[in-house]
């Protein structure tokens, strides 16, 4: 089996004597891209902070391609990691030309081979033939591109980019996670990501972690994450799961909005939107409380008999108003039950 580009084993971080990281485990393979996804403050920052080698690990350890670099005895240095590094002040180098800036760390390359190496990175970020331009005449989408340009300059063994598009606007952000990941993948990148936005980790990620205060809930691709979340937290945080109460019954499960086959284990009905039909029967009178015209449907939020709401998204072709009662149904072919 070949040896992770990284790999953390029960890594603990603490800022004083309060651990904000603890017993974090995961690999990423060579030329895969992770993602560290969770709510503000949940610690996928210090994470990326403790891997770059600014942060001291408290315990377990930090390995690059096989070698320890951090461990409770202490790190190789930042510098010494052979990392890109992209965090979330991206300041480029005012007076330095966008060849001066993307060259700045390559070493051992001079002459025709540096410029070829800036060319190359350029083009990369689609702003080839730029290198004359100073940071100041970019836009800050484009200056982004710069950043990461410097930052794949070096061929890093490793990239770690903290909340890439945090400053750009949501429409722009799904776009440009997907022209990332194709950057990195046409460049063969290994990169760790940090983001707080579930659609942005989607569209870019091979390998999802998702935190929770300062623990890992849960790491795998995007369809086992949506399909099998591990817990409560993560069926809610990711694709808007509502969650329903069960009562075991023969061959299935009954439910406030109806029985369903299957088997499992846990005490919760994991519903997708997609998965609450809406229309003139059903099990349950619903109320629609809250709607939202999202382009190819509209997503419901109602409110069931015992207080419990869920989501629903219907086409837009038949609407629903605010407040009216209505039938939901349940449309599960294979329940997934979460525990807690
Ligand atoms: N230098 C520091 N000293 C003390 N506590 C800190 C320090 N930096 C962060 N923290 C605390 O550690 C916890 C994790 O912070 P961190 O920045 O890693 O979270 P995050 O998930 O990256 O959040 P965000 O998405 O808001 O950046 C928070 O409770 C934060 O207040």
């Given at each position: 089996m070949s040896v992770a580009r990284l790999r953390l084993d029960s890594v603990s971080v603490a800022y004083g004597d309060k651990a904000?990281?603890?017993d974090v485990s995961f690999s990423v393979a060579d030329g895969d891209i992770a993602c560290l996804l969770g709510?503000?403050?949940?610690g996928k920052t210090t994470l990326l902070r403790a891997i770059a080698g600014f942060e001291p690990v408290v315990a377990g350890s930090i390995a690059l391609s096989g070698a320890v670099v951090s461990n409770a005895q202490g790190g190789l240095p930042p510098e010494r990691r052979q990392l890109g590094i992209v965090f979330q002040?991206?300041?480029?180098?005012?007076?330095?030309d966008l060849a001066g800036n993307v060259g700045y760390?390559?070493?051992?390359l001079d002459g025709q081979a540096l410029r070829r190496r800036i060319a190359e990175c350029l083009e990369l970020v689609g702003?080839?033939?730029?290198?004359?331009?100073?940071?100041?005449?970019?836009s800050g989408g484009q200056q982004q591109r710069v950043a990461l340009a410097r930052a794949i300059a070096p061929k890093p063994s490793l990239l770690l980019i903290d909340?890439?598009?945090?400053?750009?606007?949501t429409a722009l952000r799904e776009h440009l996670a997907h022209e990332l990941r194709q950057i990195l993948k046409a460049g063969g990148v290994t990169a760790v990501l940090v983001t707080h936005d579930q659609q942005e980790a989607f569209a870019m990620a091979d390998a999802i972690g998702v935190m929770d205060q300062g623990v890992m809930l849960q790491w795998g691709d995007a369809d086992a994450l949506y399909h099998?979340?591990?817990?409560r937290f993560v069926a809610e945080f990711i694709g808007q799961g509502s969650l329903l109460p069960v009562t075991r019954e023969e061959g299935g499960f009954s439910t406030e909005l109806g029985r369903c086959t299957g088997a499992g284990q846990g005490r919760w009905l994991l519903l997708r939107p997609n998965q609450v039909g809406l229309g003139g029967s059903g099990e349950a009178e619903a109320v629609v409380e809250h709607k939202v015209f999202r382009g190819l449907d509209i997503l419901y939020t109602l409110r069931l008999p015992s207080g419990q709401s869920v989501l629903s998204a219907a086409p837009n072709d038949v609407q629903y108003a605010v407040g009216q009662r209505l039938y939901a149904s349940l449309r599960v072919r294979e329940p997934v039950l979460v525990e807690e």
């Open positions: 904000v990281v603890r709510p503000s403050g949940c002040d991206y300041a480029l180098f005012p007076h330095l760390g390559v070493r051992g702003l080839a033939g730029l290198e004359g331009r100073y940071p100041h005449e970019l909340e890439p598009f945090s400053n750009l606007d099998h979340p591990a817990n």
